[in-house]
């Protein structure tokens, strides 16, 4: 796909603006008024934090995005993510608010992110690097698992009119993103998979804002079905169509692993998060902030998506397979033997 360099340099511009606007308008939302007891805040309190971690996530796929898979550009991505959510922790700590600071913050990420596509573009030597279909089709599956959390992600009040916008905006921009990855992913640009992916988006983008109508205890139904229609979207898109079309049978499994996988592996993830790696409550800690009261729990969910994303990416970044036409197609005769002709000649021209 010839546009996914600046669709995907677009997509991360998009995402470091989400990200200093989390930064300086959203996180100050989420702070307690004062460190006593009786305030400490509760489950999912810091849901602005996911979200910042959750645009830092989509920056590192859109740059995957924009390199084509290329191992060149996906290993600095990632390296530049985890330097990313360093800086934010201690951005955090800093406390930046009001619009300056976000202007400023959104500069300086957008600055980074150029310099980088800059040096990375430089390597290349003008020669287009060849796509890397797995790698996508991997990064899709992860934005699409990232999506589900950011339509599904809560507060302790749940009347937070921001945390709707910003989940909105941060869904949109992970459903492009999946979608996106998923066509760059595909063996050829025709006309059935440009048209497959814009209805996909279309679908999708309406799933999210149908999940955040609904209210937080009614929203599992919701999610599962966007799940699996946005992953089992990205192997109708990514994988190979043998013989011209798509092995609905194939597709039917990966729907079935969309609809269960992501909450199964997000629900082992969170567990184990909150029984043996208690990393939130260390992120929390690090910036500076009130840590959750003693009877809740300090969930980072947005690192649990990344993880259950990665277990799904195991489960269906197989983009290519057998050609049907080849494995149908019955083996040709082998030729006469030559001397055996020239034999049978010989002995009609001595009958002659």
């Not at 810091?46 to 996530?57: E, G, K, P, S």
């Not at 649990?304 to 990416?313: D, E, I, K, T």
């Amino acid at each position: 796909m010839r546009s996914a360099r600046p669709v995907g340099l677009l997509l991360c511009t998009a995402a470091v603006v989400l990200w200093a606007f989390g930064v300086t308008v959203l996180q100050p939302l989420t702070e307690p008024l004062g460190p006593w007891s009786e305030r400490l805040p509760g489950n999912n309190a810091y849901w602005a934090r996911d979200l910042r971690f959750l645009a830092i996530m989509a920056v590192v796929v859109g740059l995957v995005l924009a390199g084509r898979g290329q191992r060149r550009w996906s290993v600095p991505a990632v390296l530049l993510g985890g330097g990313w959510v360093a800086a934010d922790v201690a951005i955090d700590r800093a406390d930046p608010i009001g619009v300056p600071a976000t202007v400023l913050l959104a500069v300086g990420g957008c600055a980074v992110l150029g310099v980088l596509a800059a040096v990375l573009c430089w390597r290349e030597h003008g020669a287009p690097p060849a796509v890397e279909r797995t790698v996508l089709t991997g990064a899709a599956c992860v934005a699409g698992v990232l999506t589900l959390v950011a339509a599904g992600i809560e507060s302790p009040t749940d009347r937070e009119p921001e945390l709707n916008q910003g989940a909105l905006a941060t869904g949109a921009l992970l459903v492009v993103l999946t979608v996106g990855a998923a066509l760059a992913a595909a063996p050829a640009r025709t006309r059935a998979r440009v048209g497959l992916a814009a209805g996909l988006a279309v679908v999708c983008l309406l799933g999210v804002g149908l999940v955040r109508a609904l209210p937080p205890g009614e929203r599992v139904l919701a999610e599962v079905v966007l799940g699996a229609v946005l992953l089992t979207g990205v192997t109708v898109l990514a994988w190979d169509w043998p013989g011209g079309r798509p092995v609905w049978r194939h597709h039917a499994l990966a729907a079935l692993a969309a609809s269960l996988g992501p909450f199964a592996f997000l629900l082992v993830t969170a567990v184990s998060m909150m029984v043996m790696v208690p990393i939130g409550a260390q992120f929390t800690a690090l910036a500076g902030n009130s840590p959750i009261n003693a009877a809740d729990s300090d969930l980072l969910v947005s690192l649990a998506g990344l993880v259950a994303g990665l277990g799904m990416a195991v489960l269906l970044a197989w983009p290519t397979g057998p050609d049907r036409r080849q494995l149908t197609r019955r083996p040709a005769a082998p030729p006469r033997c030559g001397g055996g002709t020239t034999a049978s000649t010989a002995g009609r021209s001595g009958r002659t």
